[in-house]
């Protein structure tokens, strides 16, 4: 996917700027949307899936925790976040401190995994998932409306410069197709996906400024039939 420098470069500017400053800053339309609908999906499928006195781990959880009948393990690279949590570990999604088949339910959104190498991260995944356990994923897609016309559009792995949050930040961005063929290789199932920033990021393509754009999150669920071509986030619920 990448050279062993280039992800370095990558996580190491990811360590250096959560280090920093707050995952989800405030007076962010477009984060503050996309932290919503990440958030009220994760919560339905926890409801939906979660089983009483079950454990789940929360992967790249900054300060983000979830209400559940059961054990939280809260794991991030960055220890201030997550200290003073009952139950943490510090560590990294490509290479899990827990083991094989540990856990029933994991959570990996905040476009965690394209901070990250995705061979490596969903077979980390895949090996501390229980079977029959589930997993509820967030990433950023290289099949964005905001590359249409442009030559990394729907390409396997890109490399993306964004200034966010006053930071420069570099992630992965992925084919949807791509991971969803890495799910197939590790023994997981999609059982439901939603996709969003779809027309928002038409709008952003088409030169709209992205605190307007980022208010047409709102029609995502009016575009599902039509989103795989345009949107920038997707969001889904595997099953081991």
Same mark, same amino acid.
């Given at each position: 996917?990448?050279?062993?420098?280039?992800?370095?470069?990558?996580? #190491?500017?990811?360590?250096? #700027?959560?280090?920093?400053?707050?995952?989800?800053?405030?007076?962010?339309?477009w984060h503050d949307a996309t932290h919503e609908v990440?958030?009220?999906?994760?919560?339905?499928?926890?409801?939906?899936?979660?089983?009483?006195?079950?454990?789940? @781990?929360?992967?790249?959880?900054?300060?983000?925790?979830?209400?559940? $009948?059961?054990?939280?393990?809260?794991?991030?690279?960055?220890?201030?976040?997550?200290?003073?949590?009952? #139950?943490?570990?510090?560590?990294?999604?490509?290479?899990?401190?827990?083991?094989?088949?540990?856990? $029933?339910?994991?959570?990996?959104?905040?476009?965690?995994?394209?901070?990250?190498?995705?061979?490596?991260?969903?077979?980390?995944?895949?090996?501390?998932?229980?079977?029959?356990?589930?997993?509820?994923?967030?990433?950023?897609?290289? #099949?964005?409306?905001?590359?249409? @016309?442009?030559? $990394?559009?729907?390409? %396997?792995?890109?490399?993306?410069?964004?200034?966010?949050?006053?930071?420069?930040?570099?992630?992965?961005?992925?084919?949807?197709?791509?991971?969803?063929? @890495?799910?197939?290789?590790?023994?997981?199932?999609?059982?439901?996906?939603?996709?969003?920033?779809?027309?928002?990021?038409?709008?952003?393509?088409?030169?709209?400024?992205? %605190?307007?754009?980022?208010?047409?999150?709102?029609?995502?669920?009016?575009?599902?039939?039509?989103?795989?071509?345009?949107?920038?986030?997707?969001?889904?619920?595997?099953?081991?």
């Amino acid at each position: 996917m990448s050279n062993s420098s280039e992800q370095n470069l990558v996580e #190491n500017r990811a360590y250096k #700027n959560y280090n920093q400053s707050d995952p989800w800053p405030k007076c962010d339309i477009w984060h503050d949307a996309t932290h919503e609908v990440i958030d009220k999906y994760v919560k339905s499928s926890i409801k939906k899936y979660f089983q009483k006195g079950s454990i789940c @781990l929360n992967i790249g959880s900054g300060k983000t925790k979830y209400d559940i $009948d059961g054990k939280l393990i809260q794991m991030d690279i960055i220890d201030t976040y997550i200290k003073d949590e009952p #139950n943490y570990i510090i560590g990294s999604l490509e290479n899990i401190p827990l083991e094989n088949e540990s856990m $029933d339910f994991v959570v990996c959104v905040g476009s965690v995994i394209n901070y990250c190498d995705a061979i490596r991260s969903v077979g980390e995944i895949s090996r501390v998932l229980k079977p029959n356990g589930r997993v509820v994923l967030e990433f950023e897609r290289s #099949n964005s409306a905001e590359f249409l @016309l442009k030559k $990394d559009y729907g390409s %396997t792995v890109f490399l993306k410069k964004y200034e966010y949050n006053h930071q420069e930040h570099l992630l992965w961005m992925y084919n949807e197709n791509y991971l969803k063929e @890495l799910f197939i290789y590790n023994g997981l199932k999609m059982e439901s996906i939603y996709r969003f920033h779809i027309i928002s990021s038409l709008m952003y393509r088409l030169g709209m400024k992205e %605190t307007k754009a980022a208010k047409y999150y709102k029609l995502d669920n009016f575009f599902q039939n039509v989103s795989y071509p345009f949107s920038h986030n997707v969001i889904m619920t595997l099953k081991k």
